[in-house]
């Protein structure tokens, strides 16, 4: 069964679910993510899905990985993002957050990893940037940020026309007060300042696009995402013309649209 949906409607071309709370929104999420893997998987031998690294998607992880009936060995499966310079033990790490909520649950056919602390950056870019291109991508989950951010695309670096694939940024500000707000750094000194991201347009040629995007400190970036101008300037704003992808809410990360 699934779980009840408060509201739904779209907003442009993107479907928009609002859930009374983060467990119900996970589980949906969950549901119709891990049904667009299983149809997949029944049309061809393999898939390949991107998976965010956060702390609103610890919920969202757990339910997907818990879901019945998916043949993990055959999806191959990638991240969006990393911090530059760091190491994969380190305890912000992405591929550690990923190992803990993903990969000591299931075994994927593989998980591609971007290593943070690779010697060459720019070298290291164009790997990931190949791996990705060498299939078409299945299902992309992602979240958003605080400041409308799609993985690291954060406003003065998104790009709706990037012709990149993968990319080193440098984070914003609000970007870098969200690590510390949600525990992954102790102070914003220890934030680092660049990152390596998937682009935006990277991130959106995926098949299926399924948002999870809980808590009320994601409201005002929500708002600006339905309610304010297409712009990078809120880069979350680009789901609006995407009919592939569904952004499922909760009631406080929905406050400023039902207020």
Request: contains cysteine; neutral net charge.
């Given at each position: ?71 993990w060995q055959r999806i191959t499966l990638f991240h969006m993002d990393e911090y ?145 101008p297409l712009t990078p300037d809120c880069p979350a704003s680009i789901l609006r ?19």
């Open positions: 069964m699934t779980p009840q949906t408060h509201r739904s409607f779209n907003v442009e071309a993107l479907a928009v679910e609002i859930h009374s709370s983060a467990a119900t929104l996970a589980t949906a999420a969950a549901r119709r993510a891990a049904g667009h893997l299983r149809l997949t998987l029944e049309r061809q031998a393999t898939a390949t899905a991107i998976l965010a690294s956060a702390t609103s998607q610890v919920a969202f992880l757990a339910a997907l990985t818990a879901e019945p009936g998916v043949e530059l310079g760091i190491r994969a033990d380190h305890p912000a790490s992405f591929r550690r957050f990923l190992r803990e909520h993903v990969l000591a649950r299931i075994r994927p056919a593989t998980f591609h990893f971007i290593a943070g602390d690779a010697v060459e950056p720019l070298d290291e870019c164009d790997r990931y940037a190949g791996l990705l291109r060498a299939q078409p991508v299945n299902l992309c989950c992602l979240g958003v940020g605080e400041n409308g951010h799609l993985a690291f695309n954060d406003p003065p670096v998104a790009d709706f026309a990037d012709p990149r694939t993968v990319k080193l940024v440098q984070l914003d500000d609000t970007c870098r007060r969200q690590q510390v707000g949600e525990g992954c750094f102790p102070t914003l000194d220890a934030v680092p300042r660049y990152a390596y991201s998937l682009t935006i347009p990277a991130l959106l040629a995926a098949q299926h696009l399924v948002g999870v995007v809980p808590d009320a400190r994601k409201a005002r970036a929500v708002h600006n995402a339905l309610k304010g013309r995407q009919p592939h992808a569904t952004l499922l809410l909760d009631a406080s990360s929905a406050s400023e649209l039902t207020r």
